[in-house]
């Protein structure tokens, strides 16, 4: 059974940082699309980063406009990880975080962003940013 576990949400304020991390249980992802998701009040739920295999050792990643040059996403194969460093934190950053992982290997750039192409989801964790 595939689980998938986040930690390291929390209360934070404007213009700080958190980590979020999240493992994976039940099979390796090392070859296949795993990122972040989340989920604020009253919208739909937005891909933030996701990553995917390219080749060799090689991981493409992509971002969220929104996020672009305040979030880093990072992944531990060795230890079926993905880690979400998220720096410059604003209010409109206020969302459950979700982790995700997909069995589809040969998603494209295009396709990383979909909800639909994520089989698993992790259970969600708050991310708070507020004074």
């Known amino acids: 059974q595939v689980q998938l576990v986040e930690s390291g949400g929390g209360l934070v304020q404007p213009g700080g940082s958190l980590r979020l991390s999240c493992t994976a249980s039940g099979r390796s992802f090392s070859n296949y699309p795993m990122g972040w998701f989340r989920q604020a009040p009253g919208k739909e739920r937005e891909s933030v980063a996701t990553?995917?295999?390219?080749?060799?050792?090689?991981?493409?990643?992509v971002y969220a406009d929104s996020v672009k040059g305040r979030f880093t996403i990072s992944r531990d194969n060795a230890k079926n990880t993905v880690s979400l460093q998220m720096n410059s934190l604003k209010p409109e950053d206020t969302a459950v975080y979700y982790c995700?992982?997909?069995?589809?290997?040969?998603?494209?750039?295009?396709?990383?962003?979909?909800?639909?192409?994520?089989?698993?989801w992790g259970q969600g964790t708050q991310v708070t940013v507020s004074s």
């Open positions: 995700v992982a997909s069995s589809i290997r040969g998603l494209t750039t295009g396709a990383m962003p979909n909800t639909g192409n994520y089989d698993y």
């Open positions: 990553t995917r295999w390219i080749g060799g050792s090689a991981y493409q990643k």
